[in-house]
């Protein structure tokens, strides 16, 4: 049930990040890239039943 929460709110932060907005364009792709990568690690975890 921890996963799965996880999953959603980081899937949530993941669209949130990417850099659609004129404010947000000089930021890159690094704050989608680092939540990307929570976000495999969390579901790598998760699929290992690790959480």
Known sequence: MLGTILI???????IG???L????RKWGYAPGGVLGLLLLILIILVV???I
């Open 8 to 14: 959603i709110v980081l899937v949530l932060l993941l």
């Open 17 to 19: 990040a990417l850099p």
């Open 21 to 24: 907005y004129p404010h947000s």
């Open 48 to 50: 290992m039943g690790r």
